[in-house]
């Protein structure tokens, strides 16, 4: 009985790996397929503009900033969105241990009961890619109104 519980939960875990990857899979087929551009290089040169903006004095600012999409899903009636920044200082003492002056997390999702994925795939997946945008856009304004006032 013990190893069968066993087995079952090592099965159930291996099938939804499989069931993730097979997600993945198909998230970077629709993404190829409809010429989706991957949208953390637009999200990290927001946050640069911002912090340039911010530290216009010193333009060799001393600040490392990571910026990151964590993942982006098209789900049956909506899109999620997540993505995150860290600014930490760059100095060459802060490469051991760098300081961290601020970390973020930001988290967008498309109104629930929206279009459906297949309204969102439709026509090249202008409606996905016009939700995606959106969604960079409040991120960007999340860390600007958090970090940059």
């Known amino acids: 009985m013990t190893v069968g519980m066993l087995f079952g939960a090592v099965g159930g875990g291996i099938g939804a790996i ?3 990857e097979h997600a993945r899979s198909a998230g970077r087929a629709i ?3 409809n010429k989706i551009a991957d949208p953390s290089p637009r999200l990290v040169d927001r946050v640069r503009e911002m912090l340039a903006k911010y530290d216009t ?6 600040f490392a900033v990571t910026v990151a999409v964590d993942g982006w899903a098209l789900h049956k009636d909506n899109v999620a969105f997540n993505a995150s920044v860290v600014i930490a200082e760059a100095t060459a003492d802060a490469k051991k241990r760098p300081s ?3 970390k973020g997390f930001c988290h967008y ?3 629930p009961n929206g279009p459906t994925a297949e309204a969102l795939l439709a026509d090249g997946a202008a409606q996905l890619k016009k939700e995606l945008d959106t969604a960079l ?3 960007a304004e ?3 109104t958090r970090f940059f006032l």
């Open 18 to 20: 499989a069931a993730l």
């Open 31 to 33: 993404a190829t397929e």
């Open 57 to 62: 004095a010193n333009t060799a600012s001393g």
């Open 100 to 102: 961290i002056f601020a």
């Open 109 to 111: 999702e498309s109104a």
């Open 137 to 139: 856009e409040y991120c």
């Open 142 to 144: 999340e860390f600007r």
